[in-house]
């Protein structure tokens, strides 16, 4: 009987056992499904924003490119310049018309454009050449290379 008693006893420790680790068991599984759902739906919403943000990028390169055809660029093509960065144009308002004898050398004027579409802001680059040419901190340098045979 006694041993009836322990045979009993190890197998209900098992059957308990097995059926406790069986319910534990199914609740990781199931948080861990829940995770790789998460995770899924984690990721297809950084690829959603990162072709998003790769849309506007790119965007805002063409319109830099296309500024000087668009209705809204006040100067003649021929006048600006494009540099990209850190900003996009220097303009020379009134050169090609002074180049061409139609205009004065007084007429001409230098004029930094920034093309920005969309929300975009001015960087803090940016701002800091608009501050300085507010603050009358602009030049004009010529500087010779000599080459000696």
Same mark, same amino acid.
């Given at each position: 009987m006694l041993i009836g008693a322990c045979i009993g006893i190890v197998l209900t420790?098992?059957?308990?056992?097995?059926?406790?680790?069986?319910k534990i068991k199914a609740e990781y599984e199931q948080y861990i499904a829940e995770l790789e759902l998460e995770h899924q739906q984690t990721l297809a919403s950084a690829q959603k924003r990162s072709v998003n943000t790769s849309r506007a990028v790119l965007k805002g390169k063409m319109a830099e490119q296309l500024a000087p055809i668009m209705p809204e660029f006040r100067y003649l093509p021929s006048d600006a310049k494009f540099l990209g960065d850190p900003i996009d144009y #220097?303009? @020379?308002?009134g050169y090609t018309d002074f180049?061409?004898?139609?205009?004065?050398a007084e007429d001409i004027e230098v004029v930094l454009i920034d093309i920005k579409s969309g929300g975009a802001r001015l960087t803090k680059g940016q701002q800091a050449i608009a501050q300085a040419i507010q603050d009358g901190? #602009?030049? @004009?340098?010529?500087?010779?290379?000599d080459f000696e045979d």
């Amino acid at each position: 009987m006694l041993i009836g008693a322990c045979i009993g006893i190890v197998l209900t420790t098992i059957v308990l056992s097995s059926t406790r680790n069986g319910k534990i068991k199914a609740e990781y599984e199931q948080y861990i499904a829940e995770l790789e759902l998460e995770h899924q739906q984690t990721l297809a919403s950084a690829q959603k924003r990162s072709v998003n943000t790769s849309r506007a990028v790119l965007k805002g390169k063409m319109a830099e490119q296309l500024a000087p055809i668009m209705p809204e660029f006040r100067y003649l093509p021929s006048d600006a310049k494009f540099l990209g960065d850190p900003i996009d144009y #220097v303009v @020379f308002d009134g050169y090609t018309d002074f180049r061409d004898g139609e205009g004065l050398a007084e007429d001409i004027e230098v004029v930094l454009i920034d093309i920005k579409s969309g929300g975009a802001r001015l960087t803090k680059g940016q701002q800091a050449i608009a501050q300085a040419i507010q603050d009358g901190r #602009v030049r @004009f340098e010529t500087i010779r290379i000599d080459f000696e045979d």
